[in-house]
């Protein structure tokens, strides 16, 4: 059995990853982490009460964090001083934030993707075939929608998405972004040619999706080596 830390248990994803992990027989929750200050910090959460304190993270074996990049980059700290290893699914870090990451995977194993889905994984490994076989007359944009309230613009997914084709057209891609409403993901390639065009969708209909791929990486990563990994690695084989 995996032991396992969550942190931003009080968030979106920290409360969907907590409730699958909970009826998941290859988990036992010890650490259920959230920011200092908050009105919950203390109650009960399942047979565990929220703590404020990283030092919890000596009891666990893989710790998840879907937060914000200055808590992440807080966690990280403790993540490389009890030597455990992490799921990092947070976007909007800044180039110190990410050299950071770099730096700890020296030292524990981390799987970073800033999108956990099996579907958009897909799309990553399969678009630069894509833009090759289209060839140079085709210009390509993407759309990423999101609700209201999301930090970050462009998201992770969309940059990294546009890093992808970026790398096989040797162009840069234009980002368009939207901010509605309760959105959960939704994110659309454009190739447009003379007289034709190519869409390429994908739309996350809830949050558990990231979760259940967050819950993957976590199965797949307890007893790895360090290094940086990403869902592309833990899609290779059955966690």
Known sequence: MIK???AGVCGKMGRRIFKLAQHDKDFE??????????????RELGKLKISSSPDGLFLVDVFIDFTTPEATESNLDYVARYKKAVVLGTTGMNDAQLKKVE?????????FSPNMSVGVNVLFSILPEIAARLGPD??????????????????????????????????????????????????????????ERIEIKHQAHSRD???????????????????????????????
């Open 4 to 6: 396992l830390g969550i």
């Open 29 to 42: 929750i010890n650490l259920a982490l959230e920011k200092k200050g908050i009105p919950e910090i203390g």
């Open 103 to 111: 730096e700890i995977s020296k030292i524990v194993p981390v799987v």
């Open 138 to 195: 085709y210009n390509i944009e993407i759309v990423e929608a999101h609700h209201k309230v999301k930090k970050d613009s462009p998201s992770g997914t969309a940059k990294k998405l546009g890093e992808v084709l970026t790398g096989a057209t040797g162009k840069e891609i234009t980002i368009h972004s939207v901010r509605l409403g309760d959105i959960v993901g939704d994110h659309t390639i454009i190739f447009c040619g003379n007289s």
């Open 209 to 239: 999706l990231f979760a259940l791929g967050a819950l993957k990486a976590a199965k797949w990563i307890a007893g790895k080596p360090a290094g940086l990994y990403s869902m592309k690695d833990v899609l290779k084989q059955k966690a």
